[in-house]
């Protein structure tokens, strides 16, 4: 059975909803040169994973959401992602509309810029036109990025001038409100030259049976002896089909920290690629899924090493229950050129029932000679005499599992830099598990 793409939006549609966002030429030209390509384009084919019989065209494309007045108007299970006591430098969206925002006058006055995509487009074209599918993700690479070109309906952009050091982190919360809207967001991060940033960014949704698509594009771009800390739980329901692009982009000296919490209930394909361009540039990439009912996953965490003395770490760490199944590929890629570069990855999966499946894939690929490279690779199930052991003690077997479950992704949830991304994986992985 071949995948279906065929999209009830048309170019009349396309242009329509461009003109209602007051995009700029160059804006509505990227979309239909995009909407051309989709059904020229093949779908991307994730390694051992089938994806030809999932739902990427159902879906609503254009809802709006009501503002709120405060923090303190959002529903419980959205609000224990935010802090209520700071009420600054964050960006909720409901469904498409910017609910609500505060934002530091004092990073406005030193050039910083946050706020959703569509205003960032609108008021800063030319910065965003630089850098919107450019250099991390091109519309044209398989027909997921097309479909995500043409129909881009929300999102984020941030960008921290040159010598800015932001101390507090930055959060964004899409909240896919509406069941049956698909999100088709685009997140870009630009961090100029010896600046540095935090960014969190919160994807829920709570539609268990209502079949729609999440399509998400992020670009991290760190120049020149810039440091960005990207943090992301990502919670959407069953009944969404979820692609998810993150790519980053390291200059000269610069950093790039990713801390995943793959947290989707749906069938979900995940891609986190770091190119690590510059000299003595790095990038740590940190990830945690837990995986329940009969929902399938592959990630793929991927860092490039082009420039000298380069370093790319990646830990990966999964549970599955029930009948859930998840592949996890760690590729450490090593260019000619980049002398004396470090690839390293980690990749382990627990399975906590007969049915869960999982599998870990160490990938390296060196071409260059001096350099270092080590992987290591598990996936097993919930050793028995632990169990025994902890029951053994009075614990009943769900509470044991739990502790165990904790025990298993405490070493990658602990080397998470940001405390709020910590504390929300945390939470979530509590209601996953039980």
Do not use: C
């Not at 069938?267 to 361009?277: P, R």
Request: aromatic share 8%; proline share 3%; charged share 25%.
């Amino acid at each position: 059975m071949a995948v279906q793409t065929k999209l009830p939006y048309d170019e009349a549609y396309i242009k329509d909803f461009s003109t209602k966002h007051n995009e700029p030429e160059w804006m509505l030209t990227l979309r239909q040169q995009a909407l051309e390509r989709v059904d020229m384009l093949e779908m991307p084919k994730p390694d051992k994973t089938n994806i030809t019989k999932w739902n990427f065209t159902t879906f609503t494309h254009d809802v709006a959401g009501e503002a709120i007045d405060s923090l303190q108007d959002l529903p419980n299970d959205i609000k224990v992602f935010v802090d209520t006591k700071k009420d600054n430098n964050i960006v909720i969206l409901r469904n498409q509309t910017t609910a609500y925002q505060r934002f530091s006058q004092d990073l406005l006055e030193k050039g910083v810029i946050f706020t959703d995509i569509f205003s960032a487009i609108e008021k800063h074209p030319d910065l965003v036109q630089r850098y919107y599918m450019k250099d991390a993700v091109s519309f044209d690479e398989h027909r997921l990025t097309a479909l995500h070109a043409a129909l881009m309906n929300g999102g984020a952009f941030v960008y921290v001038p040159k010598n800015v050091v932001i101390e507090e982190p930055l959060q964004a919360i899409f909240w896919q409100e509406d069941p049956n809207l698909g999100l088709f967001n685009h997140v870009i991060i630009v961090a100029e030259a010896n600046s540095s940033l935090t960014y969190v960014e919160n994807y829920i949704s709570h539609n268990k049976d209502e079949q729609t698509v999440a399509n998400v594009v992020a670009e991290v771009i760190a120049h020149d002896n810039a440091s960005i800390s990207f943090g992301s739980v990502d919670n959407f329901a069953h009944g969404t089909t979820v692609y998810m692009n993150r790519r980053g982009i390291a200059y000269r000296d610069a950093n790039i920290e990713w801390a995943l919490g793959q947290m989707n209930d749906g069938n979900t394909v995940s891609e986190n690629i770091t190119h690590l361009i510059g000299d003595h540039s790095s990038s740590y990439a940190k990830a945690v899924s837990v995986g329940r009912g009969d929902q399938t996953q592959n990630f793929t965490a991927k860092i490039v090493n082009y420039g000298k003395q380069s370093n790319g770490l990646i830990l990966q760490h999964g549970v599955m229950k029930d009948s859930a199944s998840a592949i996890f590929n760690g590729i450490g890629k090593i260019e000619h050129g980049g002398t004396k570069a470090n690839a390293e990855q980690e990749s382990r999966v627990l399975m906590l029932s007969k049915n869960a499946r999982g599998d870990a894939n160490p990938i390296l690929l060196i071409d260059e000679d001096d350099v270092t490279a080590g992987h290591a690779a598990s996936v097993g199930r919930v050793d028995p005499l632990q169990l025994y052991y902890l029951m053994s003690r009075g614990i009943s077997k769900q509470e044991a599992e739990r502790l165990i479950i904790h025990g298993f992704l405490a070493p990658v949830v602990n080397e998470i830099p940001i405390k709020s991304v910590r504390e929300q994986l945390t939470e979530v992985i509590e209601r996953k598990v039980y």
